[in-house]
């Protein structure tokens, strides 16, 4: 994003809202919970449940999936990059 004109402060939000946060499939197919069972567990529509275990990230914001990846019992750790 900086090569596009942004200041590196300015280009850190929409490179950090690009960059993959985190995927979720595996935890929850660990589980063997139906798509019903996932979607009260996390709070969503069960519609949302099929979009995250067929891997349609990009529909969901990074502050999403950081809350359903603490929804699913998992720590989250962010690093930053140098």
């Known amino acids: ?5 942004f200041t590196p402060e300015d280009a850190a939000v929409p490179a950090t809202q690009a960059m993959p946060v985190t995927d979720p499939r595996q935890h ?8 019903q069972e996932t979607a ?4 969503i529509a069960p519609s949302r449940v099929y979009d995250l275990v067929r891997g349609k990230r990009e529909t969901f914001g990074p502050e999403m999936l950081i ?3 603490v929804r699913l019992g998992r720590k989250v750790r962010l690093a930053l990059a140098a």
Request: aromatic share 4%; net charge negative; glycine share 16%.
């Open 1 to 5: 994003f900086v090569d596009l004109g």
């Open 28 to 35: 929850i197919g660990s589980k063997n919970l139906t798509q």
């Open 40 to 43: 009260a567990m996390l709070g």
């Open 67 to 69: 809350a359903l990846e």
